[in-house]
């Protein structure tokens, strides 16, 4: 099975909240991370958690990690049109910290 | 600040034909990286570089890919020849490197081979 699984699309009102699912397999992470990838361009890093964290906030943005279950969210507060892209879940761990990523969340935010 | 530099954007060949990518880092970035996204999937690592040595070519399909960075600046990757499963969108970042170091991803090249 794949090393990093997350669901294929998710589709939002435009001011409501957007929960994206994460699981990964490698007990061994480091680090996990979201990236936002726009039409046409380059993945961004969106934001980032150590291992032995459980949650971080950046404002409109919260990363929920349960390490016991290998489970990563990304809650977007009040999420607007512009927010609309593929969101990658991915993992990372040793010393090399390349991620490894799962296929994407194609997120769809309607008015 | 310019961010990571990528030519051409797009790329159309014929199957058997040789292809190259050009990669330009953010500037003072030692580590750059290549990788292959398909589509409707994530990103996956062709090769790594640390300044001019490929620590990390484990993924490159030998055969037909190869990449160099001389000087340790610019980056190219070559296939030759492409094959029809080589269509895909090639991305290059690169990052300060240490301990999680962000990456910073080029806008890629979108390859399609006929």
């Known amino acids: 099975g794949e090393d990093v699984e997350q669901s294929l699309f998710l589709s939002v009102r435009e001011g409501d909240s957007s929960v994206i699912n994460c699981t990964y397999t490698d007990s061994s992470s480091t680090y996990l991370y979201w990236y936002k990838q726009e039409p046409g361009a380059g993945l961004q890093l969106l934001t980032y958690?150590?291992?032995?964290?459980d949650m971080k906030q950046d404002q409109r943005l919260t990363v929920l990690l349960n390490k016991k279950d290998k489970h990563l969210s990304l809650r977007i507060a009040d999420t607007q049109t512009g927010d609309s892209a593929i969101y990658f879940c991915a993992e990372s761990s040793g010393g090399s910290y390349i991620p490894t990523f799962g296929r994407g969340t194609s997120l769809i935010v309607h008015p | 600040e310019a961010g990571v530099v990528q030519s051409p954007r797009y790329k159309i060949i014929e199957k058997k034909q040789p292809v190259a990518f050009w990669c330009n880092p953010i500037s003072g970035h030692n580590t750059l990286y290549w990788y292959r996204q398909n589509l409707g999937q994530g990103p996956e690592l062709l090769i790594r570089?640390?300044?001019?040595?490929?620590?990390?070519d484990s993924q490159l399909p030998k055969d037909r890919f190869s990449a160099e960075r001389l000087k340790g600046v610019d980056s190219t990757l070559k296939i030759q020849p492409a094959e029809l499963g080589d269509s895909a969108v090639y991305l290059c970042?690169?990052?300060?490197?240490?301990?999680?170091?962000?990456?910073?991803f080029g806008p890629g090249t979108r390859l399609t081979v006929t």
């Open positions: 958690i150590f291992s032995n964290m």
């Open positions: 970042a690169s990052s300060p490197g240490g301990e999680g170091s962000e990456q910073y």
């Open positions: 570089y640390e300044n001019e040595e490929a620590v990390d």
